[in-house]
């Protein structure tokens, strides 16, 4: 599995119940179904991942995101993940609503636009960065609003969130010493958990 | 439209179930319906594809549309022109592949195509049944699909799976029967009709009802058939079958000469082809089955004995399901399988969804689409993995 999900694997409870928001191929729910039994859904737009999770077993709702999440009640889930989604959003800031509506607790996973190899290709070469977890030009890239460690800190911070966990990946692994003191710099994904005020 | 042209039979693809015959159950338990009435006994026409295997795990149940019946695949004769009505899904291979699953395709009660319906005769008079023949519910549909499946020793559906009117038939089967559907397929279908959908249902009630052949229903005992009441209500319902696009694609404003007539005579090709479906399906299908089927569609309403709640009423449902809609359908649109998806979802059942982009409209369910086909098969795939169906072909090897 990829670095963030391994990551955020062990942040979902036994017997959840959650949403999968942006849920690709399914195999993060398949693997907490199987070994945690967790139950849910994904959702997906895309539909070759659509597919993937049905051949899984993975129950799969095709759904843009932008539509918001008015077909699921308050308080429904256990937990909201939303795993390399927010930065394609249109509204990130009203997603993060949406997700600790249906769900008391969230998990967003991003990549870090403050990565120290991101400053280099703007900062020192005067290029929009392209990275493993920025793999798109500037012209096609789906990424419409990209942030960082620290913005994301800031947003949950003016909307009352508690952050119960952070974390980053990097590269194919987690995060080596540098990006736990210096997250925003040296931190390629950023991994958080969060919840509502009680 | 004309049909392809003859296909000798050695010419036929290799994924075709190639030539079926269609057998008959017949009932002589009494069947009491939702209407009140009861049938003393009756007939069900089916066709099988695939092979049953010696657990009875592979049946799947496949439920017909509001004009369909039980030849859903292969060819009666070597002269077919053109195969049952869903061959691009059932076959070797296909979505549906019957080198794993044996498919059941019955013809439903009050049907016009081999199993007891109005043009049956009623033991009680000795006529035929004609407008006499009880009113049919989708639920009383699936009552008597229970019992063709007991006649077959099929104690659990592998799944059911079903487009439409087929697709309501599937969800009654998951509340009414939850532990006899192990998977469920529903495919551009809706929880219920909407006001436009009955609307559209009465005004091809009407057109049959007001043509002076129809005589109450008794048209058989007057030697003849209301052709232009039938005809009118297949050219509205083929309207609603068909997208916008679709029809601009397929005719646009063409002529069918080069020539404008100022008559009323025939036009445009839109006017051309919706006369020539019309006609065919006049002379093919009972007028007295086109109303009982158009009420069942306006019947269907699992929702309204739980206040209106689909989510309480499928609180029985035990299986995954697979619900597709198609991006173009305007009959039964997407909006309406995600209701029920969103039902099933406060429900806590397991249910996956797909809009599969497709231009033609309502029809979709019935063609091929390679991400249709892909989706359909990896759900029956997976269906057949956990329930462990071999395929045939594979043994064989």
Not at chain 1, 7 to 30: F, K, N, R, S, T
Not at chain 1, 170 to 197: M, Q
Not at chain 2, 188 to 214: C, H, K, M
């Amino acid at each position: 599995m990829r670095t963030d999900l391994e990551l955020i694997y062990d942040w979902v409870p036994q017997g959840a119940h959650v949403l999968d928001l942006a849920c690709g191929d399914g195999v993060l729910l398949e693997r907490l179904a199987q070994e945690k039994g967790v139950t849910g859904y994904g959702l997906e737009i895309d539909p070759d991942g659509i597919t993937q999770c049905v051949a899984r077993g993975v129950s799969v709702i095709e759904h843009n995101l932008d539509d918001g999440l008015g077909s699921f009640s308050d308080n429904s889930y256990d937990q909201v993940i939303m795993t390399q989604a927010l930065q394609a959003l249109r509204r990130p800031d009203k997603m993060l609503d949406e997700m600790l509506r249906v769900a008391e607790e969230g998990i967003i996973t991003f990549p870090n636009f403050a990565y120290w190899r991101h400053r280099i290709h703007l900062g020192l070469r005067g290029y929009m960065p392209v990275s493993k977890s920025l793999p798109h030009a500037w012209y096609d890239t789906p990424n419409i609003h990209l942030s960082t460690f620290n913005d994301f800190e800031h947003l949950c911070k003016e909307k009352g969130l508690v952050i119960v966990d952070r974390a980053v990946g990097v590269g194919d692994h987690k995060g080596h010493w540098t990006s736990k003191w210096w997250p925003n710099l040296f931190g390629e994904i950023a991994i958080f958990r969060v919840r509502r005020r009680p | 439209m004309p049909d392809s042209d003859t296909l000798a039979y050695d010419e036929r693809p290799a994924d075709s179930v190639g030539l079926v015959t269609p057998h008959v159950a017949k009932f002589d338990t009494p069947l009491p319906l939702a209407c009140g009435k009861t049938l003393p006994e009756y007939e069900l026409i089916y066709e099988t594809y695939g092979t049953l295997n010696a657990d009875r795990s592979n049946a799947v149940l496949i439920c017909h549309a509001l004009s369909g019946h039980h030849h859903a695949a292969g060819y009666h004769t070597a002269d077919d022109r053109k195969p049952g009505w869903w061959d691009a899904h059932i076959g070797p291979g296909k979505s549906i592949d019957t080198n794993r699953f044996f498919v059941v395709s019955l013809n439903n009660l009050g049907g016009c195509h081999g199993s007891t319906g109005p043009v049956s005769h009623n033991p009680d008079t000795g006529r035929q049944w004609g407008p006499d023949f009880p009113m049919v519910t989708v639920s009383d549909w699936v009552a008597s699909q229970a019992r063709l499946a007991d006649h077959l020793g099929i104690q659990r559906w592998a799944a059911a799976v079903g487009g439409s009117l087929g697709g309501m038939q599937v969800l009654q089967w998951t509340i009414t029967y939850p532990e006899r559907v192990a998977n469920a397929v529903i495919i551009a279908a809706t929880p219920r009709l909407s006001a436009q959908n009955i609307a559209f249902n009465e005004v091809a009630r009407q057109a049959i009802r007001s043509d002076p052949e129809f005589f109450g229903g008794w048209y058989a005992e007057h030697d003849t058939v209301p052709k232009r009441g039938l005809k009118l209500a297949r050219m509205v319902g083929h309207i609603t079958y068909l997208s916008e696009d679709a029809m601009g694609s397929k005719f646009g404003r063409d002529l069918r000469s080069d020539d404008l007539h100022f008559g009323f005579d025939v036009e445009f090709q839109v006017e051309s082809y919706l006369r020539y479906q019309g006609d065919t399906f006049s002379t093919a299908f009972d007028a007295n089955t086109y109303l009982l089927m158009t009420k069942a569609l306006d019947y269907f309403d699992p929702a309204a004995n739980h206040g209106g709640g689909l989510s309480e009423a499928l609180a029985p449902v035990q299986c995954p399901f697979l619900i597709v809609s198609f991006t173009t359908d305007w009959r039964f649109p997407p909006s309406r399988s995600r209701e029920l998806v969103d039902a099933l979802t406060l429900a806590g059942k397991s249910v996956s969804y797909a809009n599969i982009e497709s231009p033609h409209g309502h029809d979709a369910f019935l063609l091929p689409e390679p991400r249709y086909h892909a989706l359909f098969s990896a759900f029956m795939s997976r269906a057949a993995r956990e329930l462990k169906i071999e395929s045939g072909v594979e043994e064989k090897h």
